[in-house]
C-alpha cells in the first residue's frame, strides 16, 4: 500500500485538514466521561503544530442523522484539547460555509480549530461530492488519523481525500496499521485467535477469514453456545442462534480441513437467569440443565485455553468469554485477559468490550496493542479493504 504518513508531507505555513475520531462518551451535562480518543490523538496534533501547520481538526461525535444536537457538539472536545496540549483551540460552530472558511484562511502557521461535529450535515454520511468539496476547500492538505472510522465512505473520511493530492495518514492511524500488519501478515507463530461475543452471525466473516490465518481459535461468550448446540450438546435456556447452527458445522467443518484447532469451552458458569445476585454454579458442557443459563467459561477451560495462550508468537483477541459486566460472570474474562498480558507474544486486542476487559483487569499496559478501532477492526479481521485507508493510497 503506497501510503504517506504524516512525516512524508511538508506542513509548513498549509492549510492541514485532520479528521479524528473524537466520538467520546459525554454526561448528561456534556461533560467528557471518558477521553481515551481525544489523548490518542495528541501526537499527529503537536507533531503538525511543531511543523507550522495551520491545523483544522475535523469530527463526528454520535449519531445526529444531519440534524444539530447541541447535546452532541463537539465543543467539549475543543475545551479538553486546549486543557491537554496548553494551547488554545479555537472552536467554529460549523464545519463548510463561508464563516468557517474565514476562520480557516486567518489561522497562522502553529494555530488550530475545531469544526463542529461534521454528522450535522446529512451529506456528510452520504459521501456528497459538493460537501466533499465544501471541506476540501478548507484545506491544502488532508490527514486521517480516525482509524475507527476507517470502515465508513463518508465525505470526511473518503470523498476529501480524493479531492486533494497532498494526503497521509496520521501517527495514530500509521500505528495501527502497522500493527495490524505485524499482527496478520508476517505473524510470530503460533497465531492465537480469541473470539468472544454474544453471537456468531456478528462474527462469521470474522471467523472465515481469520481460520485462513490461525493456528488455533478459542470461542467463548454466548457465541460458544451456538457451536456447543451444533455438536449436539443441550445448552438450556443460554443464547443460542438456531439459524446459525448450519454455518457453526460449517466453520468448524473449515477449522479442521485448514488443521487449525477451534477450542470450544469443556466447562461454563450456569445460573437460571443473568440478574445480580442470582445464584450460579460451574458445570461441563455435557451436563448444561434444561433451565440453566451458560454465562461464563468454567475454571476447566480458563486454565487450558490461558495454556495455550502463554505458548503462543501472535494473539488477536476480540469479544469477552462472558456477561464480564456482572460480578458474578467476569471472572473467566478477566483470567484471559491476565493470561494474555503475562504471554510473550505480540498480543492486539480490538473491539470496545475487549478493551474494556483489558482495562478492568488492570493489564492494559501490558497488551503489545490496543486498537482504537470497533467496526474497523472487524472490518479488518474480516479482510476486508477499508475506504478510509484506500482513499489515502496514492
Known amino acids: 500500500m503506497a501510503i504517506k504518513s504524516i512525516a512524508d508531507l511538508d506542513l509548513f505555513n498549509k492549510r492541514v485538514f485532520c479528521r ?28 503538525a503544530i511543531e511543523k507550522g501547520a495551520r491545523l483544522i481538526l475535523c469530527s463526528h461525535l454520535g449519531r445526529p442523522k444531519g440534524t444539530v444536537k447541541p447535546e452532541l457538539s463537539l465543543k467539549p ?110 505473524p510470530r507463530k503460533p497465531v492465537v485467535g480469541i473470539i468472544g461475543g454474544a453471537k456468531v452471525s456478528d462474527k462469521i466473516s470474522v471467523l472465515k477469514n481469520i481460520l485462513t490465518k490461525m493456528d488455533m481459535v478459542l470461542i467463548g461468550g454466548g457465541m460458544a453456545n451456538t457451536f456447543l448446540k451444533a455438536e449436539g450438546l443441550e445448552v438450556g435456556i443460554s443464547l443460542v442462534e438456531n439459524d446459525m447452527i448450519a454455518i457453526a458445522k460449517e466453520i468448524m467443518e473449515i477449522a479442521s480441513a485448514r488443521k487449525c484447532d477451534f477450542c470450544l469451552p469443556k466447562d461454563v458458569i450456569v445460573a437460571l437467569g443473568m440478574d445480580n445476585g442470582v445464584e450460579s454454579k460451574v458445570t461441563s458442557v455435557d451436563k448444561i440443565g434444561l433451565k440453566e443459563m451458560a454465562l461464563d467459561i ?18 488477536i483477541w476480540n469479544g469477552p468469554m462472558g456477561v464480564f459486566e456482572q460480578a458474578a460472570f467476569k471472572k473467566g474474562t478477566m483470567e484471559i485477559a491476565k493470561a494474555v498480558a503475562a504471554s510473550k507474544a505480540f498480543s492486539v486486542v480490538g ?28 472490518e479488518f479481521l474480516e479482510g476486508k479493504a477499508l475506504p478510509g485507508v484506500v482513499a489515502l493510497e496514492s
Not at 479524528?20 to 503537536?46: E, H, Q, S
Not at 483551540?89 to 494555530?111: A, I, K, M, R
Open 77 to 186: 472536545v475543543a475545551a479538553r484539547l486546549s486543557q491537554l496540549l496548553g494551547q488554545n483551540v479555537s472552536f467554529v460552530s460549523d464545519c463548510v460555509g463561508p464563516e468557517v472558511l474565514l476562520v480557516v484562511n486567518n489561522l497562522h502557521s502553529g494555530e488550530m480549530v475545531l469544526l463542529e461535529n461534521v454528522r450535522f450535515h446529512s451529506e456528510e454520511t452520504k459521501n456528497d461530492p459538493n460537501f466533499s468539496a465544501q471541506l476540501a476547500e478548507l484545506a491544502d492538505v488532508y490527514i486521517n488519523d480516525a482509524f475507527g472510522t476507517a470502515h465508513r465512505a463518508h465525505c470526511s473520511t473518503v470523498g476529501i481525500a480524493e479531492l486533494l493530492k497532498e494526503k497521509g495518514a496520521g501517527l495514530l492511524m500509521k500505528e495501527e496499521l502497522e500493527n495490524l500488519e505485524k499482527a496478520f501478515a508476517n
Open 298 to 315: 468454567g475454571p476447566v477451560t480458563t486454565r487450558e485455553f490461558s495454556g495455550r495462550i502463554q505458548k503462543a508468537g501472535t494473539i
Open 351 to 378: 473491539g470496545g468490550d475487549s478493551v474494556r476487559a483489558v482495562i478492568q483487569a488492570g493489564v492494559s499496559e501490558k497488551i503489545s496493542y490496543i486498537s482504537t478501532g470497533g467496526g474497523a477492526f472487524m
Open 20 to 47: 479524528f475520531d473524537f466520538n467520546v462518551p459525554l454526561d448528561g451535562n456534556g461533560a467528557i466521561k471518558d477521553d481515551t480518543r481525544i489523548v490518542r490523538a495528541l501526537p499527529t496534533i503537536r507533531y
